[in-house]
């Protein structure tokens, strides 16, 4: 799982890059700040458009489909660093783009076939921090190496970070995992199976929101912020602190959550507590208020990416894959909408943070048709 933490924080790295660095990545190729944009935004329409097949692929050729994505990865990392041109950076994008579904889709399928039942809660949050360390490594490389007109610097850099957990990972998928009795799974019944399962479409509705706030913070924060005179700098730093308090809490939180099946009240409470940060960032003026409220959403609201996780593993068994395929699926088609949500009132504060806080208010429905404590579903397919 260390291997696939890595990756899964490259492919995380990649998709970010030219994220922090905008302005400088348009002037160096010649074209406008929207269409730097586009780098960025190719994967999560690609994410909606091959999440299910990619899922199916994993739940029929695991190894090959999860090495082979983790190598074009690489390969789109490289090409990137290849020429001078938007079209190289784009068509790097683009490659690693189509890998990231089949990526991001393996945590719970991985934890599955190679680790014990005991050690997937922990497998799984290793290998779902290693998204949140993807994304703080590229708010940090991005300006910090790109500086003064130097992006190929920064794409080769990144481009070796990519190429050494990709061949790490292949080389260890060549051990084959647990040998499971059960027909292989047929993409669409699996999907639909799955999407039966009252429990599974509650954990997506659950990513939806959740995964919806984060990347609506994410991408708005600064502008939000800016009528108070907070400098790209000082948003940036708020930023990584929620982040950093994510990882933390998905390391150390989300495995516990996960071994004792209270995924009911701590969801209740990290919903709440969101709640409840988002019209504190609202309707504070105080800085230091606002940095300690979005590390408190940081640390609860994170976490729940892998608590999901590991939920939608135990329900889905053998099918996994596709069951990361639908979670991450509905968790991208969140970040879409909530973020376009707070882009219409992005120069009112008060209204945005109160619309985020209304999002995670949402959430209690749904956590409450949740099970006091969570057990297997069994076979969706039986």
């Not at 190719?42 to 299910?52: D, G, N, Q, T």
């Not at 933390?248 to 709640?275: D, F, K, N």
Request: one cysteine or more; a positive charge; hydrophobic letters at 60%.
């Amino acid at each position: 799982m260390i291997w696939y933490g890595l990756v899964a924080a490259a492919v995380q790295m990649l998709w970010l890059t030219f994220a922090a660095i905008t302005t400088d990545s348009a002037r160096r190729y010649g074209v406008s700040v929207t269409t730097v944009g586009w780098l960025a935004e190719i994967f999560p329409l690609l994410y909606v458009m091959l999440a299910i097949p990619a899922g199916a692929l994993l739940d029929t050729r695991f190894r090959a489909a999860l090495g082979s994505a983790a190598v074009l990865m690489a390969v789109g990392a490289f090409v990137r660093a290849g020429g001078d041109s938007f079209a190289w950076a784009l068509t790097g994008q683009v490659a690693i783009a189509v890998a990231q579904p089949v990526i991001l889709s393996a945590v719970g399928k991985l934890a599955g076939e190679y680790l014990p039942e005991a050690d997937r809660a922990n497998g799984i949050a290793v290998g779902s921090a290693g998204n949140f360390v993807g994304m703080l490594i590229a708010l940090g490389l991005g300006p910090a190496l790109a500086a003064h007109g130097h992006l190929e610097r920064l794409l080769l850099v990144e481009a070796v970070l990519a190429i050494i957990p990709a061949v790490g990972l292949a080389m260890s998928l060549r051990r084959p995992g647990q040998r499971l009795d059960e027909r292989a799974a047929i993409g669409g019944s699996a999907a639909v199976a799955l999407w039966s399962v009252p429990d599974m479409r509650t954990l997506c509705g659950l990513v939806f929101l959740g995964f919806g706030i984060f990347v609506a913070i994410a991408t708005w924060l600064q502008t939000l912020l800016h009528p108070d005179g907070v400098s790209d700098t000082t948003a940036g730093i708020l930023l990584v602190g929620m982040v950093v308090a994510g990882v933390v809490g998905c390391a150390v939180i989300a495995p516990v959550v996960s071994q004792r099946r209270v995924e009911r009240r701590y969801m209740l409470l990290a919903t709440g507590v969101t709640a409840a940060g988002c019209v504190i960032c609202g309707v504070s003026g105080s800085l230091v208020v606002r940095g300690v409220a979005l590390v408190v959403i940081g640390l609860l609201l994170l976490p729940a990416l892998p608590i999901v996780m590991t939920a939608a593993e135990r329900i889905a068994g053998r099918l996994a894959g596709t069951a990361g395929a639908i979670v991450w699926l509905a968790g991208n088609l969140g970040g879409l909408v909530v973020a376009l949500i707070v882009q219409v009132l992005v120069h009112h504060v008060l209204p945005a943070f109160a619309a985020l806080a209304g999002v995670a208010l949402f959430a209690f429905p749904l956590v409450l048709r949740l099970p006091q404590r969570a057990v297997d579903v069994g076979d969706p397919l039986a």
